[in-house]
Structure formats: structure tokens, C-alpha cells
């Protein structure tokens, strides 16, 4: 079975400064594709970055980027420059079969970040 | 492009009662899953619709019903509805051989008294 861990209940980052966000996961699958999406306090799940098991670059959207390391099941997001409106809730996920249809994810528990100005 | 909508927004109900909550998918998007969200907690895969068929399902009981239209949207429907049950539901949609990109909707806070 599918398992994501999200080891950091909550952190706290200085505004402009970078923060890294952990996550491991476990599978048994050769493919499988790995997500991090932000939920602030509204509730809407909201899609930062994907990266796929069989990318061999890691995947940067913008201010995210995610720190991909297949050996050690880690797929961590780093944030650059952190903003205000950087904290919320961050949740890492996984969907097995990359190459298959559907659209079923495994969440961690997620980290919460609070931004300080 | 609208995005994945869901309403209603906000609803309580007393338990016993039944629910039913909706969820149009992203402009394009054919294939529909519902996730339950306690409070504190990652989301929970409730089941996924494609083709108007239920194609997987996750750990919750048969109270836990849902559809899916020629349109693509879908309904999640509760019956019996418990404490428990008090959550945000999260719909998300995403495109039959893409599941690159999952986009998910605000949300149903449902709340059992």
C-alpha cells in the first residue's frame, strides 16, 4: 500500500528567506507520480508542481521547485522567496501507475507554513 | 477557463439526514473523484468516476453513494449522515490518460449537529 509521510506538523519561515518542505513516500511501484499542492484556510486545494518517477530533472514551477530523490523516496518542495501569501497548509501526494488513467491520490498529513514578516 | 466548481459551499444537517453534493469538473476534464477531508487531516479518497461508472473506490461504506452525468459532472451523495461525517469535501477532476494535472474544487464544508 501507498504511504506519504509528512514529518514537520508546522514551520515557520522569515518572508524573502527559502523553506524546504519534507516529504517521503512508499510504494512498491516503478511508476508512479508525485504532487504538492497548497491549501490555505479557504479550503481549496490549490496544484503547485508534479514530477514523474521516470523524470530525470526536477520539476520547478516558478517559486517551486521539488527535490527529487528516487533512492531515498524523498520528494521535497522548496519554496523560494517566500511571500505572505505563502502561508497555508501544504499537502505532498501520490498517484501510483504514472502511466495509467485516473486520478487517485495518497496524501500525507501535511505541514503547515507561517510566514513572518 | 472556469475551473472545478462545487456547492454548495457551506451546509449543516442534522444526523440521520441525507446529503448530496456537486461538482463540475474543469472545462475538458472527464474524469471525477471525491475526496473526504476531516479537520487536521489529509485528504481521504472516497471514489473516482469516469464514463459515468464508479472505476475505484476507497474505504467508506455503502452510506457513501455518488454519480456522474453525460456531462461529466457528478453528485456525492450521503445517506444516514453521522458525526463523523463533518468534513470538507473536495472534488477533483482530471483528463482520461492525463493524470499529470489533478485540479481540485473549494470545497463542501458539511457540518452534522
Known amino acids: 500500500a501507498q504511504k506519504i509521510t509528512q514529518t514537520q506538523p508546522g514551520m515557520f519561515v522569515q518572508e524573502k528567506e527559502a523553506v524546504t518542505l519534507d516529504c517521503t513516500y512508499d510504494?512498491?511501484?516503478?511508476?508512479?507520480?508525485l504532487f504538492w499542492y497548497k491549501q490555505p484556510s479557504s479550503g481549496e486545494m490549490i496544484f503547485l508542481i508534479y514530477q514523474g518517477s521516470y523524470d530525470e530533472q526536477n520539476a520547478t514551477e516558478g517559486r517551486y521547485s521539488l527535490n527529487f530523490q528516487k533512492a531515498r523516496k524523498s520528494a521535497n518542495l522548496v519554496i523560494s522567496a517566500s511571500q505572505l501569501g505563502d502561508s497555508a497548509m501544504y499537502f505532498c501526494?501520490?498517484?501510483?501507475?504514472?502511466?495509467?488513467?485516473?486520478?487517485?491520490?495518497?496524501f500525507g498529513g501535511g505541514t503547515r507554513v507561517l510566514v513572518k514578516p | 477557463d472556469a475551473g472545478v466548481t462545487q456547492s454548495p459551499t457551506h451546509l449543516i444537517k442534522t444526523r440521520g439526514q441525507q446529503v448530496t453534493l456537486r461538482c463540475s469538473p474543469k472545462s475538458g476534464h472527464d474524469t471525477v473523484s471525491w475526496y473526504q477531508q476531516a479537520l487536521g487531516q489529509g485528504p481521504q479518497f472516497i471514489f473516482q468516476y469516469y464514463e459515468e461508472e464508479e472505476r475505484q473506490r476507497g474505504n467508506f461504506p455503502d452510506r457513501f453513494s455518488g454519480h456522474q452525468f453525460p456531462n461529466y459532472s457528478s453528485e456525492l451523495n450521503v445517506n444516514a449522515l453521522l458525526l463523523g461525517d463533518s468534513a470538507l469535501y473536495l472534488c477533483a477532476s482530471s483528463l482520461e490518460g492525463d493524470g499529470n494535472t489533478i485540479y481540485f474544487g473549494e470545497g463542501s464544508w458539511l457540518t452534522v449537529v
Open positions: 501526494a501520490m498517484r501510483e501507475r504514472q502511466t495509467a488513467a485516473g486520478n487517485k491520490l495518497t
Open positions: 510504494t512498491s511501484d516503478q511508476s508512479y507520480g
